[in-house]
């Protein structure tokens, strides 16, 4: 099982690799079309600004590549935002593979929001093993909106889409690398698609 | 529902966890990873090291302490104490932290803040601010509250939200060691006047203290260190008693 992780220059992705780790999976770290191609499975990570993440992916030419994937792929955190087709964070465009768009929480909640919040509706094998209301760790400011590749949906003042799906494209705006238990399942889970 | 935080905070010198923790189930308590993953299986939902280290030196410890955190624990960490510059966050952050704490170097340059939360997003950046209420005013103070600045309290984190800070951490040094409660009427007004969350910190004794700053004081998180590090509370069992009085918990 050849499992990459995209290295595009944009957050914290050492413990995504530790995470594989703990479940006896050595990821690599990549930026390189050609390796990324010829992997089982792909991790697209991202923490930070929406736009500046785009143009470090523009740079790579990653932003052509992604979308032609055809293999599993877990875009994760802003990984899975900048699979949606437009953020208003930066207002930036996304890579499409997502049909939704990318909102900012409103000034009746605390922004960002951080901590462990109730995951619902799910609806994938991404789920296998993981109960319905199981609390994830999220951290983060824009959200995408509830559409009909919504696997999974998060309450904060209005419901989103805490996961999605796009034929053989998943996206969790949820930490599974720091989500415990339940997190270390569904990256099993993605393993075992 | 968003849940409520119980954050243990240990402190670490030259990469061990100081102040006497004893732990009967732990081989070596001072060892910060094994603590961690111990709070870890205990229920905590986020863990607080703070650096007090004295010497460059001992600080690169603390960067091998940090990534043999992030191997072996699947919650969110903070590293607090003696960050100055943004390669010290750089550092932090690419050997596993989830966040960092800063304090009396953004006091001393508030741009810190700004350049912090440009380069890496404010989702990682949380401010510590410790005050002491003095007559009716709540004085910040640095250097681990040895130092009083001009700062005041609600100005300054007011300030802190606007230049991009994710999350304020504050401790109330009236509090802090007294075991009586937490300073919640500051913190509700931290709250209130606020848009970012708000880490309650001084002053924890006992689970009612935990109850009243979720209830009162509006916080939405609370951190603690002797309580927990001398088993004087639970985490498990706060959590389940803070459940059973209606605080959203992850159980």
Redesign the interface.
Known sequence: MRVVIIDYGAG?I??IQ??F??LGIDAKLSNNPKEILAADKIIFPG???ASSAMKKLVECKLDKVIPTLKQPVLGICLGMQLLCNYTEEGNSKGLGVFNANVKRFS?DV?????????IKNLKSDLFKNIKDNE?M?L???YYAENCNQTIAIT??NIKYASALQHKNFYGVQF?P?????S??QLLQNFIDL | MLAKRIIPCLDIKDGRTVKGINFVDLIDAGNPVQLAKHYAKAGADELVFLDISATLENRNTTLDMVLHVAEQVDIPFTVGGGISFVEDVDALLKCGADKVSVNSSAIKRPDLINELSKKFGSQCITVAIDAKQIECEWIVYLAGGTIRSELKLFEWAKEVEVRGAGEILFTSMNNDGTKDGFANKALARLSNDLNIPIIASGGAGNIQHFLDVFKDGKADAALAASVFHFGEIEILELKKELKKKNIEMRL
């Open positions: 914290n050492k413990s530790f995470a780790k703990r923490v930070g600004e000034k605390k922004v960002p929001q951080i901590g462990w919040n109730n609390y760790y951290v983060h400011s309450n904060y930490h690398e720091k989500s415990s238990k997190g270390a």
